[in-house]
């Protein structure tokens, strides 16, 4: 595999992100693609209403999932088939970081999606500053592996060509994932989970209007900033795929929270 270009290194820290997300490894492959964007979309990362934006749909992603799904696995019950109670927190830490941080993925891939289709987009959010939080240093400190294989089957049944950074991640603990995903993977044929799974994605796209800051980043403004067609081409590719596959993640995250024992929001209180 190649180095990653710097951008994504600055992209990463923007997140609050101990790995570089998968999705954007794809856009980098688009030759000039995020170094043109994102200085145009950073500064509206970087407010305090973007998170406050992620982390409604983080609450959005759990209400979905507690609508549809019971889980039958509890902490006590990952404890008797052979998890440790050492191995459980740190799983909980790495599947914190993926709740906190794949919502903010969507945000800025959905505004992506949807600068490519229109004049500008964004524009109408408050630009008031997030600070670092105690929270994000924590992240940032949680060692998270993305590189690992997954099983062919778990591959088919999510229908992805590349492991998803979230299964990747728990695969650091196969006892763990054999047995979340032998109750998880009746949820991903589930039409009703599937649905809500797209409601996400849907809701991310209309949210772009709320970005702090325009977005000018159609094809013939790419074009201006000196990207040939075809790396347009490999950017509009890598967030048509990128997209619903991270508001799917989502869903999973969430579940994977449930099996954990973990119902907490982040911003709506139930």
Request: hydrophobic fraction near 45%.
């Amino acid at each position: 595999m190649s180095a990653l270009p710097p951008i994504t290194e600055r992209i990463r820290e923007d997140l609050r992100s101990p790995f570089v997300p998968q999705a954007i490894r794809k856009l980098a492959e688009a030759d000039g693609y995020l170094e043109v964007v994102w200085p145009l979309v950073a500064s509206s990362v970087q407010t305090a209403g973007f998170l406050g934006s992620a982390r409604y749909m983080a609450d959005m992603a759990l209400a979905s999932v507690e609508e549809v799904y019971e889980p039958v696995l509890t902490r006590d019950s990952l404890l008797e088939a052979g998890v440790t109670a050492t191995d459980l927190d740190r799983i909980t830490e790495v599947v914190d970081v993926f709740h906190y941080v794949q919502p903010q993925l969507l945000l800025v891939l959905a505004a992506l999606a949807e600068a490519m289709e229109r004049e500008q987009v964004g524009g109408y959010g408050k630009a008031d500053p997030r600070e670092l939080i105690e929270r994000e240093q924590r992240h940032l400190a949680t060692p998270v592996q993305t590189a690992a294989s997954l099983p062919p089957d778990i591959l088919e049944a999510l229908n992805l060509a590349e492991p998803p950074d979230l299964y990747s991640a728990v695969a650091a603990w196969p006892g763990y994932l054999q047995v979340v995903w032998e109750e998880l993977q009746h949820l991903v044929a589930y039409p009703e989970f599937r649905r809500r799974g797209r409601g996400l994605y849907f809701y991310a796209r209309a949210g772009a209007r709320f970005l702090a800051e325009p977005l000018r980043a159609n094809p013939e403004a790419l074009r201006e900033a000196g990207l040939t067609d075809e790396a347009i081409e490999v950017a509009q590719q890598a967030l048509a795929a990128a997209l619903p596959a991270t508001a799917m993640m989502m869903m999973h995250a969430e579940a994977m929270r449930l099996t954990l024992g973990i119902h907490d929001r982040e911003v709506v209180q139930v």
